[in-house]
C-alpha cells in the first residue's frame, strides 16, 4: 500500500511554498536538495522545524517542498506556513496547538512601494531651504 501524501500551500511576503507531506523518517527536501544546505543560517532552519517541534511529530514525516518568488527568510516563512498547514490536513488534533502559537496564520506584511517624487517608500529626499 502506498502512504498517503498531504498537500498544502504556505505564503510569506512575495515567496510561495508547495508542500508535500507523508509519513517517514523526518527528511525535508526543499527544491530537490536537503533543506540543511538549502537554507544556510541556522535560524532559518530553526524556522522551518517549529511546526514539527510544537507538534511533537520531529522525525515521523517527510516533507517535500517547492519554494519560489522572494529571498530565503521569506521562502522559509512560507515554508513554515505551508508545513503548518499539511500537518492539519493530516491530524486535525493539530490544529487548536498551532494556531495558539501563530503557526497557521499567513503573515501580511509585505514591501510598501515606492512613492514618485521620493527616494524610497517613505524616505524623502534631502530639504533644502535655499
Known amino acids: ?3 498517503i501524501k498531504y498537500g498544502a500551500t504556505g505564503r510569506r511576503k512575495r515567496s510561495v511554498a508547495q508542500v508535500v507531506i507523508k509519513s517517514g523518517k523526518g527528511n525535508i527536501i526543499v527544491n530537490s536538495k536537503d533543506y540543511e544546505t538549502y ?3 541556522e535560524t532559518l532552519k530553526m524556522i522551518i522545524r517549529q511546526p514539527l517541534h ?5 522525525g515521523k514525516y517527510d516533507i517535500i517542498a517547492r519554494v519560489n518568488g ?3 527568510s ?4 512560507a515554508l513554515r506556513h505551508g508545513i503548518a ?3 492539519v490536513a493530516l491530524d486535525n488534533e493539530f490544529k487548536s496547538k498551532l494556531k495558539k502559537d501563530g503557526l ?8 510598501e512601494r515606492k512613492k514618485y517624487g521620493q527616494s524610497g517608500a517613505r524616505r524623502r529626499f ?3 531651504k535655499r
Open 104 to 111: 497557521l496564520t499567513r503573515d501580511p506584511r509585505e514591501v
Open 70 to 72: 522572494g529571498g530565503l
Open 74 to 77: 521569506g521562502q522559509a516563512g
Open 1 to 3: 500500500m502506498a502512504a
Open 85 to 87: 498547514r499539511a500537518l
Open 54 to 58: 510544537v507538534t511533537g511529530t520531529v
Open 39 to 41: 537554507f544556510p543560517r
Open 126 to 128: 534631502q530639504f533644502s
